[in-house]
């Protein structure tokens, strides 16, 4: 797909189970927000843009709105058709989207804005969404006031190379965008409860630049991970933890 990532191209096509598996849900805000905000229920017709696995879209799919999803990488895709076969996915990219014009009440990019934050990008969602349609941006951040959340963070940047983040704040330089209104903005407040292995190791392994990495510095990300479980107060030893997040949720619409 045109000007996918190198990280994103490699780390999520081997990274695909690992995302399935640690990625967090979304908090329950997050339904009222789809609802009020973007306007989504029964009879209107959203696109998940860079659905990943799904983990965003049942929450689509919950509003009642018709839903289709489009991901450019194909061991996600699988991941996502195990999960919501009921769901159309289709082979596609932000800058290349393969539906027709003014289709769609609702486009939205969980996780995967930053990816794509140019021109060529907005102007391609532009072009789905009907006059008047909501792009919604929607993001689980870290929380690194928490001090092993923190920590975390440290082992994983010496690998982050040229990776597009959302913490980058990169991606914010793409609005005011032409044809959409003024971004809004929302935050909750979120925590993904598991076991360790799922909700700290696996979701640190799903990170896209941390899963392109070759099998040796994977398993010694791996291996410092646990370390730093079994040395932390209050996570070591636990059946269950909770990692901290906050949920931003951006919104515009297109301007008729």
Not at 46 to 61: C, I, N, Q, S, Y
Not at 92 to 106: C, H, K, M, R, W
Not at 118 to 125: N, V
Request: hydrophobic share 45%.
């Amino acid at each position: 797909m045109t000007n996918l990532h190198p990280s994103a191209a490699g780390g999520f096509e081997a990274g695909a189970a690992a995302y399935a598996a640690g990625r967090p849900g979304y908090p329950a805000e997050i339904d009222g927000w789809l609802r009020e905000a973007l306007g989504l229920a029964l009879g209107t017709a959203a696109l998940d843009l860079g659905a990943g696995t799904g983990k965003f879209t049942e929450r689509l799919v919950a509003t009642g709105a018709s839903v289709t999803a489009v991901e450019p990488v194909a061991a996600m895709r699988a991941e996502f058709q195990r999960a919501l076969p009921e769901v159309t996915i289709l082979a596609g990219s932000a800058e290349a989207i393969p539906l027709p014009d003014s289709g769609f009440d609702a486009v939205v990019c969980a996780q995967a804005f930053h990816w794509f934050a140019i021109p060529a990008a907005l102007a391609e969602i532009r072009r789905v969404l009907k006059p008047g349609g909501a792009l919604g941006l929607v993001w689980n951040v870290r929380d690194e006031r928490v001090g092993w959340v923190g920590a975390l963070d440290a082992i994983m940047r010496p690998h982050e190379s040229d990776a597009p983040r959302h913490e980058s704040g990169a991606w914010r330089r793409a609005f005011p965008a032409p044809g959409f209104s003024p971004l809004d903005e929302r935050r909750f407040a979120f925590g993904h409860e598991g076991p360790p292995e799922r909700v700290i190791v696996d979701r640190v392994m799903s990170t896209s630049f941390i899963a392109a990495l070759g099998e040796a510095e994977r398993d010694r990300v791996r291996s410092n991970v646990r370390a730093l479980i079994a040395a932390t107060p209050g996570l070591a030893g636990c059946e269950r933890v909770t990692y901290p997040y906050e949920t931003i949720a951006c919104w515009c619409r297109k301007l008729a």
